[in-house]
């Protein structure tokens, strides 16, 4: 029985003399692109260390590589895009290795004949068919969608359809290619074997009227064409900063991806900087502005974008591409600008914070101090993005600038940083004093009694505003009904600093955090307890970047123990419909998303129901990232929106884990005049209502 095979340079004898100078060629046009756009474009950037823990960064790349590139988790959380990036990708990946084994098999092993080679040449046309059904599922979903749909979402440019058609050109000629050998079979091969290669079988049925000579010419020339758009598409990935460049961009962020908690802010270092915040697009690290090449412009973050989804001025994916934009202006990058260089790996003379344009500054002309102003650090569009860009910290930098260089502050987010200042709380105008809410409650602090098991940390809200006061007391009432040994700091307590750290002033932050440290390790405090979960963030994330190291836990983590445990019993209650809402700063910033409803679904009588936008989709509430000082301005509140999820749920009680988030609704509730019918409650004050004697 003949062994199948094919020649491999059947009717182009001189082919490995044309492909691999081509490809020699391709190869030092890639390199000499991606040093170009080091040296060049993200050299640019300020110094950072991403190379800290190399080893654990190549465990996090295999890790989350194979997760999030191989099995597309993250890619798939949207079906629709998801499916179709799976199968270029998949569809590469086998095209790719396919031409690998092809190369090992003609000049080394020998290995594809027989079974072998239809097995391979099976999964070649797999791989080419996935790649041609994904790209036209991109091309319907970007170019056939009713007029309006994804239409501010998918932005078309000359780009995308350059991409997609290339993508198509090159598997389809390869399919031409193969359907003009299969209808002309080489001598001593068999008609049999051309089932396997299913691709190139439909389209040869098309071409068996035409004679030997005829397919081969045919099969020639779309040889020639496929290797020229090949070696073309990876000179135009290379050079056009085309949106495929996120091949290369992409695993390249990833590997460099930030260590740190997710909730952590960088930190300035206040003594030794030479700027404070970002002005001017130098500024910003050598990793941020990677970021912005790794963005594919897919919109997922701005379709998650709390700030976008009401009307105000702020797209997570345009600030992105804005800044992009003006860092190949600044950088006179020649192939989109047209501003022609002495040579490409000259690197600007003075990197850094005099590149910009001063005739168009970074605030102001490229993004809007509206649009800085409108984030709630909810990060949304991080949990989302694909190729984990970093917008907080952008935002977070430009805020910096803002406050600490060029004194802009909104003016409602003036007063309350002053009173944090000088009073060491975000409250504004209360009369009440930190120690007011333990009234009638016995509570001990550590000034008293520093031998205690648990400091729990009341935070500026829980203990001075008159709705989250009752937080406060629920959890004292919990913690006192199970016995344990807790105290508060009482009047010494001082507010935690992430208001002060998420408008951006870092230096009131810093002061702050570096005098609670000292304050709670003169007490020899080695574990607290919050109700706040931006005080607890920042407790448990931010303060050990000063050498505050404590066991930090949220009020949830806590009654959940005691529940699992049986120490904490509770009697039955009335009936009562619940959806529970998830606060940013505990769910996509920490990962705390079970033991709240294991919390509620111990309680009695509950019947939870969840909102459509939950869990790591959980819309925010408006209240983060100093929003909750700040006034909207312009398009729908975001509370409002987040209660429409609620009140679609017919719930009786909004359940919260958050003072900012309760504070929220608690307003957007009276604005829906819904008093009667919906509550606003914490979830230790449900725990605390039910509680055995």
């Given at each position: 029985?003949?062994?199948?095979f094919?020649?491999?340079?059947?009717?182009?004898p001189?082919?490995?003399?044309?492909?691999?100078?081509?490809?020699?060629?391709?190869?030092i046009?890639f390199g000499?692109?991606?040093?170009?756009?080091?040296?060049?474009?993200?050299r640019?950037?300020?110094?950072?260390?991403r190379?800290?823990?190399f080893?654990?960064?190549?465990w996090d790349f295999?890790k989350?590589?194979?997760?999030?590139?191989?099995?597309?988790?993250?890619?798939l959380r949207?079906?629709?895009?998801?499916?179709?990036?799976?199968?270029?990708?998949w569809?590469?990946?086998?095209?790719?290795l396919s031409?690998?084994?092809?190369?090992?098999?003609?000049y080394?092993?020998h290995?594809?004949?027989?079974?072998?080679?239809?097995i391979?040449?099976?999964?070649?046309?797999?791989?080419?068919?996935?790649?041609?059904?994904?790209a036209?599922?991109?091309?319907i979903?970007?170019?056939?969608q009713?007029?309006?749909e994804?239409?501010e979402r998918?932005?078309r440019?000359?780009?995308?359809?350059?991409?997609?058609?290339?993508?198509?050109?090159?598997?389809?000629?390869?399919f031409?290619?193969?359907?003009f050998?299969?209808?002309a079979?080489?001598?001593?091969?068999?008609?049999?074997?051309?089932v396997w290669?299913?691709?190139g079988?439909?389209?040869?049925?098309?071409?068996?009227?035409?004679?030997?000579?005829?397919?081969?010419?045919?099969?020639?020339?779309?040889?020639f064409?496929?290797?020229?758009?090949?070696?073309?598409?990876?000179?135009?990935?290379?050079l056009?900063?085309s949106?495929l460049?996120?091949?290369?961009a992409s695993?390249?962020?990833?590997?460099?991806?930030s260590?740190e908690?997710?909730?952590?802010?960088?930190?300035?270092?206040?003594?030794e900087?030479?700027?404070?915040g970002?002005?001017?697009?130098?500024?910003?690290?050598?990793?941020?502005l990677?970021?912005?090449?790794?963005?594919?412009?897919?919109g997922?973050?701005?379709?998650?974008?709390?700030a976008?989804?009401?009307g105000?001025?702020?797209?997570?994916k345009?600030?992105?591409?804005?800044?992009?934009?003006?860092?190949?202006?600044v950088?006179?990058?020649?192939?989109?600008?047209?501003?022609?260089?002495?040579?490409?790996l000259v690197?600007?003379?003075?990197?850094?914070?005099g590149?910009?344009?001063?005739?168009?500054?970074?605030?102001?002309d490229v993004?809007?101090?509206e649009a800085i102003?409108s984030?709630?650090?909810?990060?949304a569009?991080?949990?989302?993005?694909?190729?984990?860009?970093?917008?907080i910290?952008?935002?977070?930098?430009?805020?910096?600038?803002?406050?600490?260089?060029?004194?802009?502050?909104?003016?409602l987010?003036?007063?309350?940083?002053?009173s944090?200042?000088t009073?060491?709380?975000?409250?504004?105008?209360?009369?009440?004093?930190?120690?007011?809410?333990?009234?009638?409650?016995?509570?001990?602090?550590?000034s008293?009694?520093?031998q205690?098991?648990l400091?729990?940390?009341?935070?500026?809200?829980?203990?001075?505003e008159?709705?989250?006061v009752?937080?406060?007391?629920?959890?004292?009432?919990i913690l006192?009904?199970?016995g344990?040994?807790f105290a508060?700091?009482?009047?010494?307590?001082?507010?935690?600093?992430?208001p002060?750290?998420?408008?951006?002033?870092?230096?009131?932050f810093?002061?702050?955090?570096?005098?609670?440290?000292?304050?709670l390790k003169?007490?020899?405090?080695?574990?607290?307890?919050?109700?706040?979960?931006?005080?607890?963030?920042?407790?448990k994330n931010?303060y050990p970047?000063?050498g505050?190291?404590?066991?930090?836990?949220?009020?949830?983590?806590?009654?959940?123990?005691?529940?699992?445990?049986?120490?904490?019993k509770?009697k039955a209650?009335?009936?009562r419909r619940?959806?529970y809402?998830?606060?940013?700063?505990?769910?996509?910033?920490?990962?705390?998303?079970?033991?709240?409803?294991?919390?509620?679904?111990a309680?009695?009588?509950?019947?939870?129901?969840?909102?459509?936008?939950?869990?790591?989709?959980?819309?925010?509430?408006?209240?983060g990232g100093?929003?909750?000082?700040i006034e909207?301005?312009s398009?729908?509140?975001i509370?409002?929106?987040?209660?429409?999820?609620?009140?679609?749920?017919?719930a009786d009680?909004?359940?919260?884990a958050?003072?900012f988030?309760?504070q929220m609704?608690?307003?957007?509730?009276?604005?829906?005049?819904?008093?009667?019918?919906?509550?606003?409650?914490?979830?230790?004050?449900?725990?605390?209502?039910?509680?055995e004697?």
């Amino acid at each position: 029985m003949v062994e199948a095979f094919r020649e491999l340079f059947w009717s182009v004898p001189i082919g490995p003399w044309i492909v691999y100078p081509l490809a020699i060629v391709a190869a030092i046009i890639f390199g000499y692109a991606i040093a170009d756009r080091f040296w060049l474009v993200w050299r640019r950037g300020q110094t950072e260390n991403r190379i800290d823990h190399f080893w654990g960064r190549v465990w996090d790349f295999i890790k989350i590589g194979t997760i999030d590139g191989f099995i597309h988790k993250k890619m798939l959380r949207e079906p629709y895009p998801g499916i179709a990036h799976f199968l270029i990708f998949w569809g590469c990946v086998i095209l790719l290795l396919s031409a690998a084994t092809d190369f090992l098999s003609h000049y080394w092993f020998h290995f594809l004949e027989g079974t072998p080679f239809l097995i391979h040449s099976l999964i070649t046309d797999i791989g080419g068919i996935f790649i041609f059904i994904g790209a036209i599922i991109f091309i319907i979903r970007r170019y056939a969608q009713k007029p309006g749909e994804f239409q501010e979402r998918l932005d078309r440019n000359a780009d995308d359809i350059i991409a997609l058609s290339l993508i198509l050109a090159v598997v389809l000629t390869g399919f031409f290619m193969e359907a003009f050998r299969l209808a002309a079979p080489e001598p001593g091969t068999l008609v049999a074997w051309n089932v396997w290669s299913p691709g190139g079988l439909v389209l040869s049925w098309l071409f068996t009227g035409l004679s030997f000579e005829t397919n081969q010419l045919w099969h020639t020339i779309f040889w020639f064409v496929h290797i020229l758009l090949i070696v073309g598409a990876v000179i135009y990935v290379s050079l056009f900063y085309s949106k495929l460049t996120h091949i290369i961009a992409s695993p390249v962020n990833l590997f460099f991806r930030s260590r740190e908690p997710k909730g952590a802010l960088v930190p300035i270092n206040l003594e030794e900087a030479e700027f404070y915040g970002v002005g001017e697009i130098g500024n910003f690290t050598w990793k941020q502005l990677l970021d912005l090449d790794a963005c594919t412009r897919c919109g997922r973050c701005q379709e998650r974008c709390p700030a976008y989804l009401s009307g105000q001025p702020l797209s997570p994916k345009k600030l992105i591409q804005s800044l992009k934009d003006h860092l190949l202006e600044v950088s006179n990058y020649p192939f989109l600008t047209g501003v022609p260089k002495t040579s490409l790996l000259v690197a600007p003379a003075n990197p850094g914070p005099g590149d910009a344009d001063p005739l168009r500054t970074l605030i102001g002309d490229v993004i809007p101090e509206e649009a800085i102003w409108s984030c709630t650090t909810c990060r949304a569009c991080q949990e989302i993005c694909p190729v984990y860009n970093e917008h907080i910290n952008k935002i977070i930098d430009m805020r910096r600038n803002l406050i600490l260089e060029q004194a802009k502050v909104p003016e409602l987010a003036e007063p309350i940083l002053t009173s944090i200042e000088t009073r060491g709380h975000s409250c504004k105008g209360t009369t009440r004093t930190r120690t007011d809410w333990e009234e009638g409650l016995e509570i001990k602090h550590l000034s008293e009694d520093s031998q205690v098991d648990l400091l729990f940390w009341v935070g500026c809200q829980p203990s001075l505003e008159d709705r989250s006061v009752k937080i406060s007391q629920a959890l004292a009432k919990i913690l006192k009904a199970v016995g344990i040994n807790f105290a508060t700091l009482g009047t010494e307590e001082s507010c935690c600093g992430d208001p002060a750290r998420r408008m951006g002033n870092e230096y009131l932050f810093q002061m702050l955090a570096k005098q609670n440290i000292e304050l709670l390790k003169s007490y020899n405090v080695k574990k607290i307890v919050t109700v706040c979960p931006h005080g607890f963030n920042t407790l448990k994330n931010e303060y050990p970047q000063f050498g505050g190291e404590f066991e930090v836990i949220h009020h949830s983590q806590l009654i959940m123990q005691l529940i699992k445990e049986g120490r904490l019993k509770l009697k039955a209650g009335e009936t009562r419909r619940i959806t529970y809402h998830d606060p940013c700063y505990l769910g996509r910033h920490n990962d705390i998303y079970d033991e709240p409803r294991r919390i509620l679904r111990a309680v009695p009588g509950v019947d939870l129901v969840e909102m459509s936008r939950c869990r790591w989709n959980s819309f925010c509430c408006g209240g983060g990232g100093g929003r909750f000082w700040i006034e909207e301005t312009s398009g729908k509140r975001i509370s409002h929106v987040r209660i429409e999820d609620v009140i679609e749920t017919k719930a009786d009680i909004v359940a919260t884990a958050c003072p900012f988030c309760m504070q929220m609704f608690e307003d957007a509730i009276k604005e829906k005049q819904m008093e009667e019918s919906l509550r606003d409650l914490d979830i230790a004050e449900l725990v605390a209502m039910l509680i055995e004697e």
